[in-house]
Every structure is written in structure tokens, then in C-alpha cells.
């Protein structure tokens, strides 16, 4: 996989939110995580539990925040993909891989179509992606993560966590994701993992502020 040349693109065609302001985009994410986007960031790689020579894909990468540690993390005889619909973000993105001198295959692309064969992945991360997309996406989404991911291949979500009753969880999920996370939560996506024929489908005990993760693997056979 190869790190592609800048040249002009359009948006990828998507029923998702498109979120375009890529310049300012790890700005806000440093400010949604109370400046420690870092941490996030490696906490959802070591989610992710990635092994050296493995092939990953990051599907709603943005700018490469997970996409470009999740490749060191498979190392040189792994492989990483990034997908995003906004041009500006994989722009970024790909700057982001050649100053690390880092092979990355960052792409436009959109969930609901994933542009690779079947079988090509050994996992697929998502991180603060789903909740811009409306339900009937999420389930196609699902499904075609399930078609890239090979027999046994890993999906690891980071996304909003419901928030809890009091007025505190209220205003840390407003901060957090402008106020997206009060209709969706990351538990939403449980039943619907299921259903999309994955199996081990698990939220994790670990949370970082109110951001969840859930883990699911694709059948063997």
C-alpha cells in the first residue's frame, strides 16, 4: 500500500455527516479530549489489540490521528488503510504519513461502500465516526466492514457513551462532540453488531471521558 499524491478531489458520496473544517479538525479534538487527544488516540490503537504484520483499516480516519499509530503499531511488514469522505481530511492525513516516512493507503471512501476486496483486513478501527451516521448506514457499514475483514478479523468502535442521568454526563457529552452523542450511544451499536453476523460482540470496562469502546469479531466460518 502506497501513500498517494496530492491532487484535487471531491467529497466521497455519503448519507453520513461530512464534517470538511479538516484544518481545524486536531485543534477541536484536543479540545473535546481536555488536551489529551494522545491518550485517546493510543488507547484506541491498544483496543484495537493490534499485532506487528497485520493489515488495518481505519474507516472514518479524518486527519490519521489513529491510522498513523495504528501502523506503527503493525509495523513495517503490516499494512494500514485509512477511508474518509472529506478530501481535506485524507490531504492532511497523507502530509501527516510522508513527514513520519510512513506507507499509508489513505483514500477517499465512504462506510456504506468500502473500496477493497473481500477478505483484506485483519482489522478495522472506527473512532468518534458512527454517531454522524444515520441508523439504515450504520447497518450497511457494518456490513461491509464484516465483507473487508478476513475469517477472524477484529472491528474495534470508539465512539460517544449514552449519557447518564445528571446534568454533569449532560454538559461532558455537549463539550465532548457538539451535543451529537444526546441521540446516540456507542451501546446502540450492540444489537446491531450482532445482527450484522458478528460474534464476541463486547463494550469494553475501559472508557476514556465519555467516549466507549466495543469489540466484535467476524465468524471463522
Sequence with gaps: MHTHPHAPESPAQTEGRLLRWASFYDVM???MTLGRVHRLRTLTVEQARLKPGESVLDVGCGTGGVTIPAKLQVG??????GIDPAPEMIAIAR?????AGLEIDFRGGVIESLPF???TFDAVTSSLMMHHLPAHVQVRGLAEIKRV???GGR???ADMMRPGPSFFEH????ALHHGHAMQFGIEDLLELMKAAGFEEVKQSDDHFLAIGFVRATKPIA
Design 29 to 31: 479534538a484536543g479540545i
Design 171 to 174: 454538559l461532558r457529552s455537549l
Design 76 to 81: 513495517k511488514n503490516g499494512s494500514a488503510a
Design 95 to 99: 502530509r501527516k504519513a510522508s513527514r
Design 155 to 157: 472491528l474495534l468502535i
Design 149 to 151: 475483514l478476513k475469517p
Design 117 to 119: 476486496p473481500d477478505g
